[in-house]
Nanobody, 116 residues
Framework: QVQLAESGGGSVQAGGSLTLSCAVSGRTYSDYSLAWFRQAPTKEREFIASLSWRGFNPYYADSMRGRFTISRDNIKNAIYLQMDSLKPEDTAVYYC?????????WGRGTQVTVSS
């Protein structure tokens, strides 16, 4: 079992930045990936970015490339999502996830609200 706990959400004005954190605990799956997703009201969950369990090979959805940066701190056992130049359409609940193939472990999410 893997436990994931997001933090760092909040309210920010358009153009601002925010960094989300996800604490990873429990069993280690060295062949798993860690990822960030988001879900806006009335929309489906959307993939943002992923990297390997040890923090290598970051991969981004095309629409997220450039403003979002995923990273991993193996000492703190956490992943991060740096979000820059935020827009009102980035308003969503942001989730971290872990899995191999499919993402089977999910955090509870953290709300990000971007005002214009």
């Amino acid at each position: 079992q893997v436990q994931l706990a997001e933090s760092g959400g909040g309210s920010v004005q358009a153009g601002g930045s925010l960094t989300l954190s996800c604490a990873v605990s429990g069993r280690t799956y060295s062949d798993y990936s860690l990822a960030w997703f988001r879900q806006a009201p009335t929309k489906e969950r959307e993939f943002i970015a992923s990297l390997s369990w040890r923090g290598f090979n970051p991969y981004y959805a095309d629409s997220m490339r450039g403003r979002f940066t995923i990273s991993r701190d193996n000492i703190k056992n956490a992943i991060y999502l740096q979000m820059d130049s935020l827009k009102p359409e980035d308003t969503a609940v942001y989730y971290c996830a872990a899995g191999g193939g499919e993402y089977e472990y999910w955090g509870r999410g953290t709300q990000v609200t971007v005002s214009s």
